[in-house]
């Protein structure tokens, strides 16, 4: 669950830069070695990360999304697909998912979104300077 504690140093880097009220999921496999293995994977993470498992008996999340085990969706606040990264893109260790959660955060790539919060320009600047 190497993948589970770098999203969790990964998630407390970006809130201690500022950049917090960020939703984080993981979606679990439904095949039967991974639902015998959910709780292992619930526990490498902290409540800050919801862990979904899926149903066996519905339709594959990531069928759903047409994406794959392993990658990232990144939205923006009002709910539109900003990145979709998959391996080797999706790989904590690089800085891709860093980069595309920032982007996200920071820029209006999908248009102009009500929910953005007042401090998020003074938050950005200081992201950007580093």
Known sequence: F???IRLEDLRVKLENEGLVNIS???VNHQGTQS???FHLLKESVSDYITVYQQDEQQADVWTILN????D???YDRCGRLVYHLGLPYSF???QYVEESIKIAYCENKCGNCSYTEPDVDD???NITKK
Request: aromatic share 18%; proline share 0%.
């Open 2 to 4: 190497i993948f589970s």
């Open 24 to 26: 984080y999921v993981v």
């Open 35 to 37: 639902q015998k293995k």
């Open 67 to 70: 994406g794959n085990k392993d």
């Open 72 to 74: 990232f969706l990144i």
């Open 92 to 94: 904590l260790s690089f």
């Open 123 to 125: 938050i950005c600047q």
